[in-house]
């Protein structure tokens, strides 16, 4: 191989040139990138015996990259979802490897070929208005990467009170607080660094929360309102399942689905679909206006004759 099919180099030039400079991804692309192969050079690490910067593009042939999906399933509990987000992080980086090293092309293809999993798509998981914590993050929808990317200068807590930020697609969109979420905002910045570029939720370190930070709070504050909400035990809590408890608060209130698309930053309102299907309630109310099985269906009649007026307008 040449020197330029060095593994570590390649790395680099995958994030720096083709993601940074070509595509001009968004930060939370290079994150997820980043994510995915910092699992993976640690799963490397421990299985081959190597640092990072002495694997070899050979290494990560079809049946370790297997194994690597495999861990993340079985060792580390992923959902499908995760392993296939994942996966495409690879899938992009052998992509930019096949033409970059053209010596390399059976390895690529290979590798390219390894199928997103197919998985059963369950009803999504909300809270109920009993079971609400971490009032901001399930009033306002927002992504945990545009909760964790919240600086002072995005809140404004004055009349017309809202949060900006940058979503998906650097698409910038303004939301609503209502009164509860400035209250609260209100004297959690007391605490907090004023400076315009301080984050809002910053960390240990003052600098912005990580998404395992993120997920480790939500878990600590779960099994605390579990001891005054019983049914919370019985419920997984992750940062997105708060997001979809914001589209279930909208949707249950008479919201149209595309102010909901709108108010998440959805690409489109067929995304918003699922959460028709995971609205019990509603699915009852409809069911309340069809006509029992075995009752003749009769045309409606007034009994008052007031009423019989106006109906026969």
Same mark, same amino acid.
């Given at each position: 191989?040449?020197?330029?099919?060095?593994?570590?180099?390649?790395?680099?030039?995958?994030?720096?040139?083709?993601?940074?400079?070509?595509?001009?991804?968004?930060?939370?692309?290079?994150?997820?990138?980043?994510?995915?192969?910092?699992?993976?050079?640690?799963?490397?690490?421990?299985?081959?015996?190597?640092?990072?910067?002495?694997?070899?593009?050979?290494?990560?042939?079809?049946?370790?990259?297997?194994?690597?999906?495999?861990?993340?399933?079985?060792?580390?509990?992923?959902?499908?979802?995760?392993?296939?987000?994942?996966?495409?992080?690879?899938?992009?980086?052998?992509?930019?490897?096949?033409?970059?090293?053209?010596?390399?092309?059976?390895?690529?293809?290979?590798?390219?070929?390894?199928?997103?999993?197919?998985?059963?798509?369950?009803?999504?998981?909300?809270?109920?208005?009993?079971?609400?914590?971490?009032?901001?993050?399930?009033?306002?929808?927002?992504?945990?990467?545009?909760?964790?990317?919240?600086?002072?200068?995005?809140?404004?807590?004055?009349?017309?009170?809202?949060?900006?930020?940058?979503?998906?697609?650097?698409?910038? @969109?303004?939301?609503? =607080?209502?009164?509860? %979420? *400035?209250?609260? #905002? +209100?004297?959690?910045? $007391?605490?907090?660094?004023?400076?315009?570029?301080?984050?809002?939720?910053?960390?240990? @370190?003052?600098?912005? =929360?990580?998404?395992? %930070? *993120?997920?480790? #709070? +939500?878990?600590?504050? $779960?099994?605390?309102?579990?001891?005054?909400?019983?049914?919370?035990?019985?419920?997984?809590?992750?940062?997105?399942?708060?997001?979809?408890?914001?589209?279930?608060?909208?949707?249950?209130?008479?919201?149209?689905?595309?102010?909901?698309?709108?108010?998440?930053?959805?690409?489109?309102?067929?995304?918003?679909?699922?959460?028709?299907?995971?609205?019990?309630?509603?699915?009852?109310?409809?069911?309340?206006?069809?006509?029992?099985?075995?009752?003749?269906?009769?045309?409606?009649?007034?009994?008052?004759?007031?009423?019989?007026?106006?109906?026969?307008?």
């Amino acid at each position: 191989m040449t020197r330029h099919s060095d593994f570590p180099e390649l790395v680099q030039a995958f994030f720096t040139d083709r993601l940074l400079r070509q595509r001009q991804a968004s930060p939370e692309t290079i994150a997820g990138y980043r994510d995915a192969f910092r699992l993976l050079l640690r799963f490397a690490a421990k299985r081959l015996k190597k640092e990072p910067s002495k694997l070899t593009l050979e290494e990560l042939d079809t049946p370790f990259i297997g194994e690597f999906l495999e861990h993340l399933e079985g060792e580390r509990s992923n959902s499908v979802r995760t392993r296939n987000a994942r996966l495409a992080a690879i899938h992009s980086f052998f992509r930019y490897v096949s033409f970059q090293e053209p010596s390399c092309a059976d390895l690529c293809r290979r590798v390219l070929a390894i199928p997103s999993k197919r998985y059963a798509r369950r009803p999504i998981a909300y809270l109920t208005r009993e079971e609400v914590l971490l009032v901001v993050a399930i009033q306002t929808g927002l992504r945990v990467s545009e909760l964790i990317c919240l600086q002072r200068q995005d809140v404004m807590l004055g009349r017309g009170a809202h949060v900006h930020c940058t979503g998906k697609g650097r698409k910038q @969109r303004c939301t609503p =607080l209502r009164k509860e %979420a *400035v209250k609260l #905002l +209100v004297a959690w910045l $007391r605490e907090c660094s004023s400076e315009p570029h301080a984050s809002v939720f910053p960390g240990s @370190r003052g600098g912005a =929360l990580s998404r395992d %930070a *993120v997920e480790r #709070l +939500v878990t600590r504050h $779960r099994h605390t309102a579990a001891r005054c909400c019983p049914s919370l035990k019985r419920k997984t809590v992750t940062p997105h399942v708060l997001r979809h408890t914001a589209a279930m608060e909208l949707l249950q209130h008479g919201i149209d689905r595309s102010v909901i698309a709108l108010w998440l930053g959805h690409e489109s309102v067929e995304t918003t679909q699922m959460y028709l299907h995971a609205d019990l309630r509603l699915k009852e109310q409809a069911l309340a206006r069809i006509v029992p099985m075995g009752v003749k269906p009769r045309r409606y009649r007034p009994d008052d004759q007031l009423l019989a007026f106006l109906e026969g307008l």
